[in-house]
Nanobody, 114 residues
């Protein structure tokens, strides 16, 4: 399983970023895809996840600001992040499961700072 994430960077508060993650080695159309993040000194937390048919869930702190979406043909999941806040600063990881095992992509750093 390979998960290739990209799209992180430096953005000012109130700005937007779009993360993407391309997956291989899984039956993508039926795989739940997720984005986690880990801020400095904090535990990794689930930000959002989306089922193969597009049902999404979000952590309360990002509801109304972040949108997770997917394209099963392109085997890609996105995380659109709007109205970014300094507390969104973290390394973001794309994740999925196969045969009961969790797989993680390399993280992409998002820094929200003026």
């Amino acid at each position: 399983v390979q998960l290739q994430a990209s799209g992180g960077g430096l953005v000012q508060p109130g700005g937007s970023l779009r993360l993407s993650c391309k997956a291989s080695g899984v039956i993508f159309s039926t795989s739940v895809m997720g984005w986690y993040r880990q801020a400095p000194g904090k535990q990794r937390e689930l930000v959002a996840k989306i089922t193969g048919v597009g049902s999404a869930n979000y952590v309360d702190s990002v509801k109304g600001r972040f949108t997770i979406s997917r394209d099963n043909v392109r085997r890609t999941v996105w995380l659109q992040m709007n109205s970014l806040k300094p507390e969104d600063t973290a390394v973001y990881y794309c994740t999925t499961q196969r045969s009961g095992m969790d797989y993680w992509g390399k993280g992409t750093l998002v820094t929200v700072s003026s």
